[in-house]
């Protein structure tokens, strides 16, 4: 791996952690870097841009507005460019804090917890906070289908050029998955730091009763069947896998010889992408639309505003 790929890697193991951590957010504080002492105002003190403002008593600011924009409105135009990225410096910062947010938390309080998760209180009951998730892609996925595509077809040269590690000793003379042999899949034309993959698996010209299964690539010794086959047959089967971690491989394994022909329809990703050139095509379109993706997703959200499902 290249150095930005072992950066990559790391910026994934960091952002992924949240899916594994049971935490919620506690309240939050908007501070600016402190360049003296902290200001110990009272209410109804000005706010002192360059330091910290510390309330000397429990106090709630509100800012109200009647007008048609923004009561708040927060903008930092610096920008650094590194590595052909604009990166953008902070409108705002919640300082992480706590465990969960406290179930005394008014309906629409928002914080960050010490994990770097946000939580946001959507409603009361009987006096106490309902707490939800803000779904990032730290802590979400979501499943994005495309136009199914072939990912190899082992019974041509060309079908078998996204095998990473094809030879003779995985492939036999016509190209077969050979018995006992495991074949690694390479993804990277149609994801980017993927989770799963939907798909299709078949196989033919089968050498004798046998199984072939999917995992993801890099996994341990696994004790299962994709496809399950007898002799000189055809067969195909569904199957959804998970995607290797430090690459975007699957992995096939079969235990006889056989052809195998692989087709994927959906990926799920958090942090990830989809390649956009595989993205369905436009409703009605017989060519895919130029429109960029910021402008379809628009446009089909205003689409959704405007309509209602058929069961209202």
């Not at 969960?100 to 960050?112: F, N």
Request: net charge neutral; proline share 5%; glycine share 10%.
């Amino acid at each position: 791996m290249t150095e930005n790929q072992d950066k990559t890697v790391d910026r994934r193991r960091l952002l992924r952690r949240a899916g594994t951590v049971a935490a919620g957010v506690a309240g939050s504080t908007v501070v600016g870097a402190a360049v003296a002492g902290p200001a110990q105002a009272a209410p109804g003190d000005p706010v002192l841009q360059g330091r910290a403002n510390n309330v000397a008593a429990a106090a709630t600011t509100s800012l109200t507005s009647t007008a048609a924009g923004p009561t708040l409105q927060l903008a930092n135009p610096a920008i650094v460019s590194e590595n052909g990225l604009d990166l953008a410096r902070p409108s705002l910062q919640l300082a992480p804090s706590g465990d969960y947010l406290h179930q005394d938390s008014a309906t629409g309080s928002i914080g960050m917890d010490n994990y770097g998760n946000l939580q946001v209180v959507a409603a009361e009951y009987n006096g106490e906070a309902i707490v939800d998730y803000v779904h990032t892609s730290g802590n979400a996925n979501r499943i994005v289908p495309i136009m199914p595509q072939r990912v190899i077809d082992t019974r041509s040269a060309a079908g078998r050029e996204r095998i990473v590690n094809r030879s003779s000793t995985t492939l036999d003379s016509t190209g077969r998955l050979r018995e006992g042999q495991t074949i690694h899949l390479d993804l990277t034309d149609f994801v980017f730091f993927g989770d799963a993959v939907f798909g299709n698996i078949t196989v033919t010209t089968t050498a004798a009763p046998g199984f072939a299964r999917v995992f993801p690539y890099g996994a341990g010794p696994i004790s299962v069947s994709t496809i399950n086959f007898q002799a000189n047959q055809s067969l195909s089967n569904a199957f959804m896998t998970g995607i290797g971690f430090d690459a975007d491989y699957i992995s096939v394994f079969a235990n006889k010889t056989t052809h195998i022909i692989l087709d994927v329809v959906a990926f799920v990703i958090g942090i990830g992408a989809v390649n956009p050139a595989y993205l369905p095509l436009s409703a009605g379109a017989g060519a895919r639309t130029t429109e960029s993706l910021a402008d379809r997703t628009a446009r089909r959200a205003a689409k959704a505003k405007q309509d209602s499902p058929s069961w209202k």
